[in-house]
T-cell receptor, first 115, second 113 residues
């Protein structure tokens, strides 16, 4: 099956620093999504990418859909304490069968901000 | 605000006692998904409904069933919960075609005693 390699697994940074994380896949995806999940809550959508090469920003967050369709990155600029949490990348393949596909998730990047 | 709602947020059941988890949406999305997320792991797709069409993942145990009586509601039934089924269960919805991002509910934390 499809697998996503997400790195780094965890990041220890200081407030104000920029953050970068990425995902790579052995398979092509048609959609890349980035989520943030806080403890005990569901994932919250940060950025959705639908076209190869697409670069999208959401406030301090910027994400890109790789040209090969096999990778994506997420950058966070000027981190603040509320950025703490687990960030997941997720890929969605071509529609098949019923016209919708579930997501394949990376294993997550745990962001920790040191005082 | 349009949203995905899951009830209850916390559910405790006994080993082997059937349990039903509920999901509703006000987004009017065609597709509803159920994911299982175990501690310190990524969510894993169990199955999804595209309108009334049910799509099961090949490795989803038979112990897990789902019902979608209408566009707004979808249920996850666990017929005989085992200790290994303790997890967070996440419901998500999406459109199809363009703008097909999935939106998740807050999840139901299932404990099996």
């Amino acid at each position: 099956g499809q697998q996503l390699n997400q790195s780094p697994q965890s990041m220890f940074i200081q407030e104000g620093e920029d953050v970068s994380m990425n995902c790579t896949s052995s398979s092509i995806f048609n959609t890349w999504l980035w989520y943030k999940q806080d403890p005990g809550e569901g994932p919250v959508l940060l950025i959705a990418l639908y076209k190869a090469g697409e670069l999208t920003s959401n406030g301090r967050l910027t994400a890109q859909f790789g040209i090969t369709r096999k990778d994506s990155f997420l950058n966070i600029s000027a981190s603040i304490p509320s950025d703490v949490g687990i960030y997941f990348c997720a890929g969605q393949g071509r529609n098949s069968g019923g016209g919708a596909d579930g997501l394949t998730f990376g294993k997550g990047t745990h962001l920790i901000i040191q005082p | 605000d349009a949203m995905v709602i899951q009830n209850p947020r916390y559910q405790v059941t006994q080993f082997g006692k059937p349990v039903t988890l509920s999901c509703s949406q006000t987004l009017n999305h065609n597709v509803m998904y159920w994911y299982q997320q175990k501690s310190s792991q990524a969510p894993k797709l169990l199955f999804h409904y595209y309108d009334k069409d049910f799509n099961n993942e090949a490795d989803t145990p038979d112990n897990f069933q789902s019902r979608r009586p209408n566009t707004s509601f979808c249920f996850l039934d666990i017929r005989s919960p085992g200790l290994g089924d303790a997890a967070m269960y996440l419901c998500a919805t999406s459109r199809v075609g363009w703008d097909r991002a999935q939106f998740f509910g807050p999840g139901t934390r299932l404990t099996v005693l």
